[in-house]
């Protein structure tokens, strides 16, 4: 495992102060640097020999389609390109909808979790080996947190993510503030999800601060780290040294003094706790197996060669979590805890999803819903989705049957489509509901859901409002509940630069009385003119008449 210090999250507005601040490592969103344009901090970091991770948070992982080629192959140039040890992504889902539910394709901009069901199981495991199979270097999933929960759920969070690492080998990015978030909003303790954790698979770990609003705990990188959370922090560092621990900061930066002294609270707590620590052996082994980390490292078990071994050999574990896809045979199972946040960010434009299937006339199949599957409980009817026609488009859902907990099944190396659809199909109505204003699904609770939504929308604003400072200025104390207005009739594209295009778009389609000052914006920003007036008067008319 590399060992890679204290670190802090590299973000452009505090390029200078981390230059000078005493860490070992950065961390970066993968998202927002462009290989070949690499900002001029980063590349003197590096000739510095301070190591940088690139973060990812558009792949979606969680979702119920397979991972776009693009996106990887792009995460791993920058991978390539940083000279990066590993890269970083989460256990969630961030878009839904698309040609696999035939439905419209959502962008959610958030990362939300995903329902800890066997079907769910089964498409992470078969998303996740994809990831490991185009990246060069090895990977690490982050546990997210979240303000609400599945219902039917058929597995425990520790469960679930075990399964994960033993039948993936994937690492773990352990936020301990994801910790904290999730036992504020859903009652989770963090000492028995530490207690459950296999600590041989950590590749480093996340600190950040937060607020609670509206009766909730916001993960919100924005403010000081709390004591629970450097609590929970200790905690961990007594039962195991971390490869790495680094503090996030993602907006109302404070003075480099500040950053300096939550850094060297950090690092106190970790050195207390590994000092105190009881000095029990560690022998990194179970019964079915080794896990060994490092690039050295060198498995036993059935994998260890073939394929799977050529996987354990370039993501540096064990051959024998690797077999063929399948859960360890034997002994005690492993297990982990859960959590996330997510940065904005563009994002390139996704691949068409594999084709859902369809009846001999061509028509899509409906997708049958068990309730138990854990996915969402749903009355018999119509599932509402957002349509490009018109504001509310749906599909069709037999009958469900008794919530049941389904029994165990064994693991497949592949989710069959008809799994990923029924996924697909849970997390498009959660979605719409989040974005589109479609109605909750039964079994959620619906505070939590609106209290997500709004969050949802709060973030758009705040990160259109950043890569597109001008239209603040432009229009003052009017920007933020024009926007809203805006989100509340249009879900978000594919990009934070799409949205601030298309609100652009729409206030010019309105007629604002500042249209010379947004037309100049959108002339310098978008790759076509800004519509003039016939075609305002026209989309204007469709509007009115029930078109977009």
Not at 67 to 81: F, G, H, I, N, T
Not at 198 to 210: K, L, Q, S
Not at 482 to 501: E, I, Q, T, V
Not at 516 to 527: C, I, M, N, Q, S
Request: proline fraction near 10%; aromatic fraction near 4%.
């Amino acid at each position: 495992m590399t060992e890679l210090g204290i670190g802090i999250g590299w973000r452009p507005e505090i390029a200078d102060a981390v230059e000078e601040l005493p860490v070992d490592w950065v961390e970066v969103v993968a998202e927002n640097v462009c290989v070949g344009h690499l900002p001029d901090s980063l590349t003197r970091l590096r000739a510095r020999g301070v190591t940088v991770v690139p973060h990812g948070v558009s792949l979606g992982l969680g979702g119920a389609d397979r991972p776009d080629p693009e996106r990887l192959a792009a995460l791993a140039s920058k991978a390539e390109a940083l000279g990066a040890p590993l890269v970083t992504e989460h256990i969630a889902f961030v878009r839904a909808g698309g040609p696999l539910t035939a439905t419209p394709r959502l962008e959610a901009g958030h990362l939300l979790p995903v329902p800890r069901t066997r079907d769910a199981l089964d498409v992470l495991c078969e998303n996740v080996r994809i990831a490991q199979e185009a990246l060069p270097v090895p990977l690490a999933l982050e546990n997210i947190a979240a303000l609400f929960s599945w219902p039917g759920e058929e597995l425990s969070e520790g469960r679930f993510l075990a399964e994960l690492v033993e039948r993936t080998g994937v690492r773990l990015l352990i936020d301990v503030a994801n910790l904290h978030t999730n036992h504020r909003n859903r009652g989770e303790d963090p000492a028995r999800a530490l207690a459950e954790l296999p600590v041989e698979a950590i590749a480093y770990v996340h600190v950040a601060g937060g607020v609670e609003r509206d009766g909730v705990w916001h993960d919100t990188h924005a403010h000081p780290v709390p004591a629970p959370v450097l609590d929970i922090l200790a905690d961990l560092a007594g039962r195991v040294a971390p490869p790495g621990v680094l503090l996030e900061r993602d907006d109302h930066f404070p003075a480099a003094t500040e950053l300096a002294g939550e850094l060297a609270a950090i690092r106190a707590t970790v050195t207390t706790a590994r000092r105190t620590a009881p000095r029990a052996p560690s022998t990194g082994t179970h019964s079915a197996g080794t896990v060994a980390f490092g690039p050295d490292a060198v498995g036993t078990g059935a994998a260890g060669t073939g394929a799977g071994g050529r996987l354990a050999a370039r993501h540096g574990v064990g051959a024998a979590v690797l077999r063929s896809g399948r859960a360890l045979a034997g002994g005690d199972p492993l297990h982990i805890g859960a959590g996330a946040r997510v940065s904005g960010g563009p994002m390139p434009a996704s691949r068409p999803a594999p084709p859902a299937a369809t009846a001999a006339h061509g028509t899509p199949v409906p997708v049958p819903v068990p309730v138990a599957s854990g996915l969402v409980t749903v009355p018999s009817g119509p599932v509402p989705v957002p349509s490009p026609s018109g504001p509310v488009a749906v599909l069709a859902r037999p009958e469900t049957g008794s919530a049941t907990a389904a029994p165990p099944r064994a693991a497949s190396p592949d989710a069959p489509d008809v799994v990923r659809q029924r996924l697909g199909v849970g997390q498009a109505a959660l979605l719409s509901a989040l974005v589109a204003g479609t109605p909750v699904p039964e079994g959620f609770d619906v505070r939590r859901i609106r209290v997500q939504s709004r969050a949802l929308a709060a973030k758009r604003v705040s990160v259109v409002a950043r890569i597109a400072p001008d239209l603040p200025r432009i229009l003052g104390a009017e920007f933020r509940p024009a926007f809203l207005a805006y989100a509340r009739r249009r879900p978000m594209p594919g990009s934070y630069r799409r949205d601030a295009l298309d609100f652009v778009e729409g206030l010019l389609l309105d007629g604002r009385p500042e249209h010379r000052e947004l037309t100049r914006w959108w002339r310098e920003r978008a790759e076509s003119r800004p519509p003039g007036i016939a075609e305002r008067l026209a989309r204007a008319g469709r509007r009115v008449f029930g078109g977009r």
